[in-house]
């Protein structure tokens, strides 16, 4: 994952693929990797409804950052 190369990142995904991105993680050996999870779908939505679903991830996303952050302090 690109955390492991120093980069801040934060992986945002709707809940239909919620079960799919932690079976992900663990096969990479990454059991627990934090990730901002939004409402289903993204692709057929009016503006506004997409900019509910952003106003939702974000504070997952800063979270997850800092967290990557704190982890990045430590090493």
Known sequence: MIEKRG???AV???EQFASSARMTAQTFGM???PFAEILHP???VS???LD???RVALPQVLAIL???KSNREEL
Do not use: F, M, Q, V
Request: glycine share 10%; hydrophobic share 30%; net charge negative.
């Open 7 to 9: 980069k801040a990142a």
């Open 12 to 14: 945002i995904c709707t």
């Open 31 to 33: 059991d627990g990797y």
């Open 42 to 44: 993204i692709g057929r």
């Open 47 to 49: 503006e506004p409804e």
């Open 52 to 54: 509910e679903r952003a």
């Open 66 to 68: 800092e967290l990557n």
